[in-house]
């Protein structure tokens, strides 16, 4: 046959970026990339981004042509919208070769092919079982084992047929091939304006800020996290693939800056790039510094904006006074940082307790040299107490007010692939919620959280939880979109009762309100003091 059309659908988030960046789907674009570098016709589809309803956008894309191959990309949280989106697709393509891939199909292809409608799942990174795909179609060959998918065997079994991660130079050419001149970034960018407000506020300085934010643009340098967390599943993600521990592989420095010089050129309106590695900076870091120069050589020679902005997110040990210098100097204004909890038993059970001595030095440093961090916390962990909660909010909210910005989530997320999702002690903790698969009649149980063993601590961080969804529920209203650096005030706000009842105070109310209400210009005054009264 002549070459493949292949159409491939991001995962679904009608929630406008609750569990997925408002961005487009990189790793479809790379796929996409790949494939039409192969001479391959591919159509990517973005249920996140369309000019009409997803379903109805995409059900005009099904009927637009015939398609051979169709992939829907998973994940945990849009797993019920991403199988809406391929049942429609095999009712309306039933001649097409229907496939499921990423992260949740990798750890869970058994799952896929009980609640879905494929006839294959890719395992892990999906470059070569597509491009194998796509051979045997021209070649008029059955698509049937394909290292890097999943099949159902006659007797209804799954058969996982195992791959070989994308060695360094692999990964490099499936970067270099992810074509940024064709990815609606400028569409991204009018709607979270539009949800940001940008035009109504008051002043240059914070519209400037705000637009630096929302214009940017992601790049993958790295292939995983080799870091092995107890509550994330990104370590055994290319494990799970491959049957092995796989490889560290990512782009050197001067690849990094020709990647740098392409986004430019192709949105120009860029503020910011994020570094979208789950780890940017390791430990014996030998690329970071000579990146460092070359941006800097670039911005100077003309070759990328003076005024280019970057964020990434890093180990907090990897952090040095001249590594943190460097970045500020080449432009790095936000640095991510998994701290996770600042309790150090707490670390320790998420397999991080090494990092507990680094984390007040590097952050000093950090706000010292104008860097703003950025703070990923979960507030509980199974095994936590109200002492581990009061430390992590009180420092929490000690390093909003140096500067800091923090995301916080009240509890461990049972992702697929985590440890802590498959650790049998801590299955009677595990709450799960019934999810239907609209339009199908299908459902299952899907795990969505890990509460705290102690029921106290338990109790607590529910009824924290409760009130700040009802002051969100309230906010939204007025304001529709709350950024981490207000939902986590929020999170203090609720908290400050409950634990001071409980003999753990962690902050002065009238403080946590007033900081509350600077930073939520357009919410009435009231509102602050009501999230307090219903904690």
Not at 47 to 71: H, K, S, Y
Not at 119 to 129: A, I, T
Not at 366 to 371: F, P
Not at 378 to 404: F, K, M, N, Y
């Amino acid at each position: 046959m002549q070459a493949p059309n292949v159409l491939l659908i991001g995962p679904y988030d009608p929630h406008c970026g609750e569990y997925t960046f408002l961005a487009p789907p990189l790793g479809v674009w790379r796929l996409a990339g790949v494939l039409e570098a192969a001479g391959v016709t591919v159509k990517v589809f973005d249920p996140n981004c369309c000019p009409q309803p997803p379903r109805r956008a995409l059900e005009r894309e099904l009927m637009r042509q015939p398609w051979d191959i169709i992939g829907v990309s998973t994940t945990g949280m849009t797993l019920r919208f991403d199988l809406e989106l391929a049942h429609l697709a095999r009712r309306l393509a039933p001649q097409a070769l229907l496939i499921a891939g990423g992260m949740e199909a990798t750890f869970r292809p058994d799952l896929m092919f009980r609640l879905g409608p494929f006839d294959r799942v890719v395992l892990g990174e999906g470059e070569r079982p597509l491009l194998e795909m796509v051979a045997r179609l021209r070649a008029g060959t059955p698509p049937v084992g394909i290292s890097g998918t999943a099949e159902r065997r006659g007797d209804g079994q799954c058969l996982r047929l195992p791959q070989r991660a994308l060695d360094r130079e692999a990964l490099r050419d499936a970067i270099f091939a992810t074509p940024y001149e064709r990815m609606p970034y400028r569409a991204y960018w009018e709607r979270l304006e539009s949800a940001y407000r940008v035009g109504a506020l008051p002043m240059k300085a914070a519209r400037e800020a705000l637009l630096s934010e929302i214009r940017s643009v992601r790049l993958i340098t790295l292939n995983y996290c080799p870091m092995g967390c107890t509550f994330c599943s990104s370590t055994n993600f290319l494990r799970e693939a491959q049957g092995s521990v796989a490889g560290i592989a990512r782009l050197d420095a001067d690849e990094c800056v020709h990647m740098l010089r392409r986004i430019v050129a192709a949105h120009p309106g860029v503020r910011t790039i994020i570094f979208q590695d789950d780890i940017f900076v390791f430990t014996q870091d030998q690329r970071v510094l000579p990146l460092c120069e070359r941006i800097i050589a670039a911005k100077e020679s003309g070759a990328l904006p003076p005024t280019l902005q970057f964020i990434s997110t890093n180990r907090v040990d990897a952090m040095t006074p001249a590594r943190l210098t460097a970045m500020r100097r080449a432009g790095f204004r936000v640095l991510g940082f998994g701290i996770e909890n600042f309790s150090r038993p707490v670390l320790e059970e998420f397999n991080k307790g090494r990092i507990h001595p680094h984390i007040e030095p590097t952050l000093s440093t950090a706000r010292q040299l104008g860097i703003t961090p950025f703070l990923d916390l979960i507030l509980t962990s199974p095994r936590a107490t109200l002492a581990d909660l009061a430390e992590t909010l009180r420092q929490a909210h000690r390093w909003v007010e140096r500067g800091c910005e923090v995301g916080m989530y009240p509890y461990v997320i049972p992702f697929s692939g985590a440890p802590m999702a498959s650790d049998p002690a801590l299955e009677p903790h595990t709450i799960s919620e019934r999810r239907e698969i609209a339009g199908t009649g299908l459902a299952w149980q899907q795990p969505t959280k890990i509460l705290p063993i102690d029921p106290l601590v338990r109790e607590t961080i529910l009824g924290i939880e409760r009130d700040f969804d009802a002051f969100l529920a309230q906010a939204g209203e007025e304001s529709p979109h709350l950024p981490s650096r207000v939902r986590s005030l929020v999170w203090i706000l609720c908290a400050l009762r409950p634990m001071a009842e409980r003999g753990f105070p962690i902050a002065d109310e009238e403080t946590v309100r007033r900081q509350l209400a600077a930073r939520l210009p357009g919410v009435r005054p009231e509102l602050t003091q009501a999230g307090v009264a219903r904690a």
